[in-house]
């Protein structure tokens, strides 16, 4: 699905639905039932969820129409969030330092995958015109809070990343950790993000919060320039896509050109069609300099980035 040009990946999300549909749904047939339940407790189950998870969430970000599987069913199935960071039900006991930090960045990470559905849903009941303007400011504000409590539950090892020069990041108590809590507070920002470009979206009413929108920016960005190297920048391509089309600042997009460049070398073609969008939007923001109203349409991609 990563390598597809097309839509034909949310045809394949279509499928794999299907294939959960198989696994999670009773059979009338005795025989089939017995079968199903005597594999629920295979490990390979729930690696399967989280995998579908992960690709759910990031083609409801793309499309803002929503999860094809409705509600937390990574956490109510997944047993914990295993595909991004680690498998932990497919390798053996792990009592090293790294393990508790990767436990709690699970379980946040999990909470900020019902988020951003819950953003793609509301994108979709405005595409759809199921609200009024009233109601939409009322589900944005919920969301907004969402994301704040989400940022004050955070485990310490989230809280207490701050400045990102090297000084600040040698004295980073937790450096096992490092790669993977950057990873996921570059979501956490893309979300942010994700969430005012989808609230603002055909209402000239609201005033676009250029300033806020900017540091977002930049934060999601640093992250990415410090902290995901080699092989881990294939887990930022979405806040690196979010961050770089939103970024007015010439040397920002410079970097994700760059970044988004090296990266085609790994062989997804959604690498190469977002760069492509990317550099759509850039050429729009120079032809508009004052800015402009986006629709849904223009919040929306047809690129499936996790």
């Given at each position: 699905?990563?390598?597809?040009q097309?839509?034909?990946?949310?045809?394949?999300?279509k499928?794999?639905?299907?294939i959960?549909?198989?696994m999670f749904?009773?059979d009338?047939d005795?025989?089939?039932?017995?079968?199903?339940v005597?594999?629920?407790n295979h490990?390979?189950?729930q690696?399967?969820?989280?995998?579908?998870s992960y690709?759910?969430?990031?083609g409801?970000c793309?499309?803002?129409?929503?999860?094809?599987?409705?509600?937390s069913?990574?956490?109510?199935?997944?047993?914990?969030?295993?595909y991004?960071?680690g498998i932990?039900?497919?390798?053996?006991?792990?009592?090293?330092p790294?393990?508790?930090v990767?436990?709690?960045l699970r379980?946040?990470w999990?909470?900020?995958m019902?988020i951003q559905?819950a953003?793609s849903?509301?994108?979709?009941?405005?595409?759809?015109?199921w609200?009024?303007?009233e109601?939409?400011?009322?589900?944005?504000?919920d969301?907004?809070?969402r994301?704040?409590?989400w940022?004050l539950d955070?485990?310490?090892?989230?809280?207490?990343l701050g400045d990102?020069?090297?000084?600040s990041?040698?004295?980073?108590?937790?450096?096992?950790?490092?790669e993977?809590?950057?990873?996921i507070?570059?979501?956490?920002?893309?979300t942010?993000?994700?969430?005012?470009?989808v609230?603002?979206a055909a209402?000239?009413?609201i005033?676009p919060?250029r300033?806020l929108?900017a540091?977002l920016?930049?934060?999601t960005?640093t992250?990415i320039?410090k902290?995901?190297k080699d092989?881990?920048?294939?887990?930022?391509?979405?806040p690196?896509?979010?961050?770089g089309?939103?970024?007015r600042?010439?040397?920002?997009?410079?970097f994700?050109?760059?970044?988004?460049?090296d990266?085609?070398?790994y062989?997804?073609k959604?690498?190469?069609?977002?760069?492509?969008e990317?550099?759509k939007?850039?050429?729009k923001?120079?032809?508009?300099p004052?800015?402009?109203?986006?629709t849904?349409?223009d919040?929306?991609s047809?690129?499936?980035?996790p």
């Amino acid at each position: 699905m990563m390598d597809s040009q097309h839509h034909n990946w949310a045809i394949h999300l279509k499928g794999a639905r299907e294939i959960y549909r198989a696994m999670f749904t009773p059979d009338s047939d005795p025989a089939q039932e017995a079968k199903r339940v005597a594999e629920m407790n295979h490990p390979l189950r729930q690696f399967l969820v989280s995998l579908l998870s992960y690709l759910d969430v990031a083609g409801a970000c793309a499309t803002s129409e929503g999860t094809v599987v409705e509600g937390s069913y990574w956490q109510t199935l997944g047993g914990g969030w295993e595909y991004n960071l680690g498998i932990p039900s497919l390798s053996s006991p792990d009592t090293s330092p790294v393990h508790d930090v990767l436990l709690n960045l699970r379980q946040c990470w999990s909470v900020m995958m019902e988020i951003q559905a819950a953003i793609s849903s509301f994108g979709k009941a405005k595409q759809h015109g199921w609200m009024t303007p009233e109601q939409q400011d009322a589900v944005y504000a919920d969301l907004l809070q969402r994301l704040v409590q989400w940022r004050l539950d955070a485990p310490d090892c989230l809280q207490e990343l701050g400045d990102l020069d090297d000084e600040s990041l040698a004295r980073y108590p937790h450096p096992e950790g490092l790669e993977y809590v950057g990873c996921i507070e570059a979501y956490e920002k893309a979300t942010n993000i994700y969430l005012h470009k989808v609230a603002a979206a055909a209402r000239p009413d609201i005033q676009p919060q250029r300033e806020l929108l900017a540091a977002l920016c930049t934060r999601t960005l640093t992250l990415i320039r410090k902290l995901a190297k080699d092989v881990g920048r294939l887990a930022i391509p979405w806040p690196l896509f979010i961050a770089g089309r939103e970024s007015r600042d010439e040397h920002e997009q410079k970097f994700v050109r760059e970044m988004m460049l090296d990266m085609q070398r790994y062989g997804f073609k959604n690498v190469e069609k977002g760069l492509e969008e990317l550099e759509k939007a850039w050429f729009k923001q120079r032809a508009f300099p004052d800015g402009w109203v986006d629709t849904m349409d223009d919040v929306r991609s047809a690129i499936l980035l996790p």
